[in-house]
């Protein structure tokens, strides 16, 4: 069993910051990539920020220069640093991990349970 925890979504107004964070624990031998991914209203689920491993990131267009993702390897966990919001980036935000939990599995898929990132003035 693999569980994936996020904190820190809110309520922020336009041009603020918010520091989102997820601890993956449980059953893990290695992770491969984690990431966020956001899902508006009415839109599909999008990859907002992604790192690998070895530190690799691939940042949504959308949030370049404004989003910055971190990982730390010992603790398993992720971080999305957001800075200068906007009411575009309203959105539950969901922690990925692509990992495995024992050395002969394969690579599989794990999700939190989202947080809500609400931009308004």
């Known amino acids: 069993q693999v569980q994936l925890v996020e904190s820190g979504g809110g309520l922020v107004q336009p041009g603020g910051s918010l520091r989102l964070s997820c601890a993956a624990s449980g059953i893990i031998f290695s992770i491969n990539t984690m990431g966020w991914y956001r899902q508006a209203p009415g839109k599909q689920r999008e990859l907002v920020a992604g790192?690998?491993?070895?530190?690799?990131?691939n940042v949504a267009d959308s949030v370049k220069g404004r989003f910055t993702i971190s990982r730390d390897n010992a603790k398993n966990t992720v971080v999305l640093q957001m800075n200068s919001l906007k009411p575009e980036d309203t959105a539950v935000y969901y922690c990925?991990?692509?990992?495995?939990?024992?050395?002969?599995?394969?690579?599989?898929?794990?999700w939190g349970q989202g947080t809500q990132v609400t931009v308004s003035s």
């Open positions: 990925n991990a692509n990992l495995r939990s024992y050395w002969y599995d394969g690579l599989n898929d794990y």
């Open positions: 790192i690998t491993s070895g530190g690799d990131t």
